[in-house]
């Protein structure tokens, strides 16, 4: 009886096992089943988006002003007094119309200093000559006359010296005589043999010797004062002399002829000037085109300047506008794209231009955020009879690409691996990720223009850091987050 519940048991426990295997094998099939039309369950959840082919509009944005192509400005050679004024601001005129009339006494004052300028040359030129001439035998004869005329003067202040020493030595030895006699009188006058007068006279002799001692001594150092006066003055007959023997080969005399030769030299070229000047003197300014007056710097009465367009006369149904565009930009844009132009002044109205200039180098602009380097371009405005004048603000919208029926991808869907490479994750059949290589050409707002995928295929539009190759994922459309589980 045991032995009969043993193999029952046995039996219930292989029937168990084997309903177990069954169910298994049925599950494995059903998931092998259901894996060929839905991910898995535990697949990551990612955004995707399914390849299409559209239109690429690619832009670049920047503001620029209104200027005018064809346009011509008249200068005057010199200052000039204006007379009358004949167009006004904004006038259409013809080409060679009569726009200015000048007063004449401006040329009047040209030639007035030409004559100026002149007379001053023949001055310098006199001096040159003189400068550059040998001196006269009548110059050195005057010359060696003053060196022997200063000798003869060293010599008689020095004999005068002489004699003044004699004298001073005479005096001196009369005072000393003198001065023993009054010592004499007073001894004897002490004795009664003289009376007091004689001892006074004696005195006053001594006195009256002692002041023409000191007149005598006072000569003498004038004297001496006189010799070196009359050293100099023969130093001086000396080099003049000197001078007139050797003036063409003296360094002051060749600098004063260098000095007078550049004189002349200006003095050349300012009559060259004001000669030019006068030739190119007009009484009139006529205009250069037909078209309007945009610029006019003439005031009746007042004076305009050479360095000032007098005028400014411009065909304003040729219009242009100047622009400026970053250095990042700036490879896309090209002669002959098409342009949108707008601005405040023009309301909802647009116009069309094309780019027409790109300028070959870069330059560094300053505004209130920075500095910035750009590239300068002009854009030719197609439209004729618009509402732009020239110094409008304009927004310009220049197209760098457009591409028709053409493969794009979401932006957010191309990555850039280490080594710079371009890739994105495709979506396969059995709901595993391919990393694959593409390239990326125009650009447009949200999409590029891409090779290396086909219309119709699945990839992930905004692939976050968990997203490898080769991973199970759960599709979800685009505008839900794709890192949900």
């Known amino acids: 009886m045991q032995n009969k519940k043993k193999i029952w048991i046995g039996a219930g426990i292989t029937l168990v096992m084997i309903a177990f295997i069954i169910v298994a094998v049925i599950n494995h099939r059903q998931d092998t089943t259901a894996s060929s039309k839905e991910p898995p369950r535990r697949a990551l959840a990612v955004q995707v988006e399914e390849v299409k082919k559209d239109t690429i509009i690619s832009t670049v944005n920047t503001n620029g002003h209104v200027d005018v192509k064809n346009k011509q400005a008249v200068y005057v050679s010199s200052p000039v007094r204006v007379e009358e004024v004949l167009v006004e601001l904004g ?50 004869a005057q010359a060696e006359l003053s060196v022997t005329q200063a000798q003869r003067g060293v010599q008689d202040a020095q004999n005068a010296v002489a004699q003044l020493k004699m004298s001073i030595a005479q005096m001196e030895d009369n005072l000393s005589d003198t001065k023993k006699t009054v010592e004499n009188n007073k001894s004897l006058y002490k004795h009664g043999a003289i009376s007091l007068a004689e ?55 060749l600098n004063q002829i260098r000095t007078v030769e550049n004189q002349i030299a200006i003095s050349k070229l300012q009559i060259d000037d004001l000669q030019e000047r006068i030739n190119r003197f007009v009484k009139s300014t006529k205009s250069p085109m037909a078209g309007s007056v945009i610029t006019l710097n003439a005031t009746e009465g007042a004076y305009v300047n050479q360095n000032v367009p007098v005028i400014e006369i411009a065909n304003i149904d040729s219009l242009t506008v100047t622009a400026y565009v970053s250095e990042y930009d700036a490879p896309t844009i090209a002669v002959g794209q098409e342009v949108k132009l707008r601005g405040d002044s023009l309301g909802r109205t647009t116009y069309k231009g094309e780019v027409s200039r790109v300028a070959p180098t ?60 371009e890739i994105v994750y495709v979506v396969k059949d059995d709901f595993t990720l391919e990393r694959r290589l593409v390239q990326t050409g125009a650009y447009a707002d949200l999409y590029v223009e891409a090779f290396g995928v086909e219309a119709g295929e699945t990839i992930v539009s905004n692939p976050t850091p968990r997203i490898q190759e080769g991973i199970a994922v759960r599709p979800i459309p685009n505008r839900m987050s794709g890192d949900n589980e």
Do not use: C, W
């Open 91 to 140: 006038e259409n005129v013809k080409q060679d119309q009569l726009l200015i009339v000048y007063d004449g006494q401006s040329k009047r004052d040209l030639e007035f200093q030409l004559k100026q300028a002149r007379l001053q040359l023949e001055q310098q030129e006199i001096q040159l000559e003189n400068s550059k001439r040998p001196a006269r035998v009548s110059e050195i």
């Open 199 to 253: 001892v006074e006279r004696a005195e006053q002799q001594v006195a009256s010797l002692k002041k023409q001692l000191e007149m005598e001594k006072s000569r003498e150092e004038s004297t001496r004062l006189a010799i070196e006066s009359a050293i100099k003055q023969e130093e001086i007959a000396n080099d003049n002399l000197k001078l007139l023997i050797n003036r063409l080969s003296d360094t002051e005399v």
């Open 362 to 421: 870069a330059i560094t602009h300053r505004s209130s955020g920075g500095e910035e380097v750009v590239v300068e371009i002009e854009i030719m405005v197609l439209a004729q009879d618009t509402l732009l004048k020239p110094g409008y603000t304009i927004e310009a919208e220049i197209i760098t690409a457009y591409k028709e029926d053409i493969v794009v991808l979401p932006i957010l869907s191309v990555l850039r691996d280490r080594g710079g490479e």
